[in-house]
């Protein structure tokens, strides 16, 4: 039996020991529920991804990405297979990757029409980027003596961004909470960040992509998890402006369209394995909150804090939306369970 042949069979055998798990018993009762607000509500779908875990095992389901062939790319931690790679209907298609045991951070780029990925990982203490097959192109190390970094306990990447002129910027969100600027060659240009409460510093500097909607100019939209809030910051690392997401951990900002999407835990009092997913339109206002509470702003134009409507999700970390609008969330400490779809109605 060849690689693809075993894959196709084990999976189908796959619901039924998924359904099985504690964990995806008690979302069931949210199974096909409506989510949403406004133009933007979804379909649950629980059994999207679902696989056989004697064969396809995940700890913590970080990140997900959609590939230039409309596939759908899931980075999982466990090292039994890194990468889970499935077709837009939750089917397997290969898995690969035993070398990434701190995979966190997953960003695909499109270089001279060739489809390349970057992983972020926390326990090797650096970027990996890789075709989409899996091979090791270059790798982003810790920058030793750069900065305030002395020692490579104090460098944990957590996300990329690429610039359309190939340079590399890495997030820092669990070390020092520094930005680093990269060419693409490797050559490191610049550090800003580090750690603080002022605007241009970073309590959880989690994530980072490129904002250029409205044919604006590119800048830099980041993560300040913790602080509930996105930071915008110039190509050169100069603060700008701050996005305020009051009762939510934010993890990364992902811009599809003119739209921020963004996977959000609920930073309420007492609030534990709880979530949902923040919607932002093209004028940052919050338009929907799928499994929270429905977006409302006082009148002087501030949002009140969010919070979870159903406990469907649990620990959500990333969100991926493909080219028919539908929603893959992937999540940690969930209980290893596969990502969960939102089918947009």
Known sequence: MNRRTFIQNSSLASAGLFLSTPALQAMQPYKDAIIGHGNFKYKIDLNWGALNSNYYPVENCHEMVQDSKGRIILL????????IVYDKSGNLIEVWGTEFPGAHGLTLNIENGEDFLYIADNNRHEVIKTTIKGKVVQIFKFPKGY???KD??????????IAANGDVYITDGY????ILHYNEKGELLNIF????????????????????RNNAAPTLLITDRMENKFKRFSMQGDYINTIHLPGAFVCRP????????????WSGDGAMDTGFVSILNSENKLVSAPG????????????????????????????????DE?????????????PIKLTRV
């Open 76 to 83: 999982t931690d466990h090292t039994k297979n890194n990468v």
């Open 175 to 178: 070390g020092a909470q520094h």
């Open 292 to 323: 929270g509470t429905k977006p409302k702003y006082n009148n002087d134009g501030t949002l009140q804090p969010i919070q979870q409507a159903i406990k469907v999700f649990k620990n959500p970390h990333d969100v991926c939306i493909d080219d």
């Open 193 to 212: 960040g580090g750690k603080g409460k002022e605007d241009h510093l970073f309590g959880n500097a989690h994530g980072i992509t490129i904002d250029t």
């Open 152 to 161: 490579i306990t104090e460098y944990i990447p957590t996300e990329t961004a």
């Open 147 to 149: 900065g305030s970094y």
């Open 254 to 265: 992902v811009i599809h369209k003119n739209n921020i999407y963004t996977a959000t835990i």
């Open 326 to 338: 539908n929603l893959y969330v992937a999540q940690w400490n969930s209980g290893k369970t596969y």
